[in-house]
């Protein structure tokens, strides 16, 4: 509930994703068997890469975050260097448009340029937290290649699960249910055991938050191996995985996310014309869905955390205002055990500083909430009090709608 | 009587000699909850909060010493989960964690550790429990609130107090009001809370509040079906979050489809749990449904 930053912990509130080519060099080190491979930012180290490898086949693979790239049309099998090289040069600086990104799509800055494989079977691992248990539960299936959500919706009894008691760790014997219910046979099944075991002990150490292998694949030579990889992290506790947070790459986030991170705001951008400024997550959330009610859209999700302090509010109005769309502000603070004259006050400042030219419907509660919203009526600024969650509401959807 | 604590909860405050424990400890001190005891390693022998509250170095010692029965932290994240189990060791019969920030694994460790004692922990990131009138243990504004008999539980802080100033100025006072906490693995959960209050003799309805993400509010709305006695006024933050992000909590996000507020809306209703659409509208329903 406090700001972590009063904890003089890290600040950051972005759950932290990596690229496939660095969770396989994280998954490596766990002695998980992943393809050869080098990362290429030009088509001709793109080449030189492959080159290195060597054989005949290699796969060159955009690297953005997003899933379902390779329907996007940025993964492509290469049979010569000269593919090697317009496969490359294609994909280096497309806007690659997948499920995950946007209608605008994500621009690659990265390929993975990995040695081809003999794919026999393609098949599905990975692990996540399960809230309902507290544990970590490993999951497996026949259905690799596919959305795992697809078949969990349509096939729930394709996917083998195994939970796992934190204290002992994945035991060898859940590794092999796993391993024999995924059909391997013969020296398979100690490959991918021991695959499994390696995961688990990266998704454990590295504080991990999901892992997904997907494909996994077992080759015509019988090689168990991750042909794909994705983690994400807790970023709760990147305080004590340096390591992991190097991997960061700041291309792939929103920069008024970062920006808002860094003074322990919580800021999502989304469609609507109906700025929001929130304390509390929760709150937040709902005064989203009650603008929406009112017959308006939220054009964020804004928490500026319990404090609620002036600089806090001054970052928040101009990151609320960046965004062209808006063209009303609706603060809504729960003061608590913040006096709401205090608040009133730093939203003045903050206000007046900024230089706001959109209406700013302000509700506030809590103690001193009526000297709070008298010192907002007074400051001249244009700022409209308003006592009650509806009433705001509506009142800020009236004005976005000319109601007035 | 009242849900886990009352006026008879002796509270013992790890973190004490933090800025945070310094100042909610005091809010909780004049609210008039008997703050008996205060933790912080290597301060053992010294007082807080004015020289009123002695200092020990464990919590073992604190209870030994003062009959501490409930923990109240106030730990940086870091060393949060550790100081769960150390309250949980020293046998106190609730700890209250309102530390933001914890590393999943640690309070995965935490978690398995408390299960096997006897003590009850709620949170972490929340904002902890109040019974008006009797105690306020956590960070909750204590003037809000109003002594009666509904209980309100929830996922998340300030919609809590919203909730609760809705129910104050219709004039319906609560019972206990639990925040259960934001963070993926929490201590006690929805469904734990309603069987407490469903055994309450002095809580007559509950407001629930959830929020996107996981299946909490789901397993306790079957629960509620076929258990409850007592009618439950539901609402759901986060009907227009988009799928994939992160609202705040670490636990709010819609992930592969599962979790939306339609989709708990839904089953909640279909458990028989008055779900009201807009926040605004809690307090109002839970007054229509007790026929206040």
Known sequence: ?404 | MTVLVNKESRVVVQGITGSQGTFHATQCMEYGTQIVAGVTPGKGGQSALDGKVPIFDTVKEAVAKTKANVSLIFVPPPFAADAIMEAADAGVDLAVCVTEGIPTFDMMKAFNYVKKTSTRLIGPNCPGIISPGEAKIGIMPGHVHLQGRVGVVSRSGTLTYEAVGQLTSLGIGQSTCIGIGGDPIIGTNFTDVMKLFNEDPNTDGVIMIGEIGGSAEDEAAVWIKENMTKPVVGFIAGQTAPPGKRMGHAGAIIAGGKGTAAEKMKIMSECGIHVVKSPADMGAKMKEVLGL
């Open chain 1, 1 to 404: 509930m406090l700001p972590r930053a009063e904890w003089g912990a890290t600040k950051r509130r972005i759950p932290l994703k990596i690229h496939e080519y660095q969770a396989k060099q994280v998954l490596a080190e766990y002695g998980v068997p992943v393809p050869q491979s080098g990362v290429a930012t030009t088509p001709e180290q793109a080449v030189k890469v492959a080159e290195e490898i060597g054989g005949e086949l290699w796969v060159v693979k955009a690297q953005i975050h997003a899933g379902g790239r390779g329907k996007g049309g940025g993964v492509k099998l290469a049979r010569s260097l000269d593919e090697v090289r317009q496969h490359a040069e294609a994909i280096l600086g497309m806007m690659l448009v997948t499920h995950q990104t946007g209608p605008e799509g994500k621009e690659v800055l990265t390929v993975l340029v990995e040695s081809g494989q003999n794919i026999d079977r393609e098949l599905y691992f990975g692990m996540v937290i399960d809230r309902a248990t507290s544990k970590p539960v490993v999951m497996a299936s026949k259905e690799g290649g596919m959305e795992i959500e697809e078949v969990a919706a349509s096939n729930p009894d394709a996917i083998l699960k195994e939970y796992v008691d934190f204290e002992f760790g994945l035991t060898p014997f859940q590794a092999r249910k796993l391993a024999f219910g995924l059909g391997l046979k013969g020296k398979e099944v100690g490959q991918a055991v021991k695959l499994f075991m390696g995961a688990y002990q990266a998704f454990v150490n590295s504080d991990a938050s999901l892992l997904e292998v997907n494909p996994l694949m077992v080759s015509k030579e019988g090689q168990v191996i991750a042909l794909d990889a994705k983690m994400n992290f807790d970023d709760n506790a990147l305080y004590r995985q340096k390591k992991i947070e190097a991997m960061r790459d700041l291309t792939e986030e929103d920069a008024r996310e970062i920006e808002a991170s860094k003074y322990d705001l919580n800021f999502i951008k989304l469609d609507g014309n109906v700025g929001c400024m929130v304390n509390g997550a929760g709150l937040a959330m709902s005064t989203m869905d009650i603008i929406k009610l009112a017959g308006a859209e939220p054009a964020n999700f804004l928490d500026v955390g319990g404090g609620a302090t002036e600089e806090r509010v001054e970052v928040a109005f101009k990151l609320i205002l960046e965004d062209e769309a808006v063209q009303a502000v609706l603060i809504n603070i729960f003061g608590g055990i913040v006096r709401c004259d205090m608040i009133a006050r730093g939203v003045i400042e903050a206000a007046k500083k900024v230089g706001v030219e959109v209406p700013v419907v302000v509700r506030l509660e809590g103690t001193n909430a009526e000297e709070g919203l008298k010192l907002l009526e007074e400051s001249g600024l244009g700022l409209i009090p308003v006592q009650g969650l509806a009433a705001a509401a509506e009142r800020v959807a009236g004005v976005v709608k000319g109601d007035n």
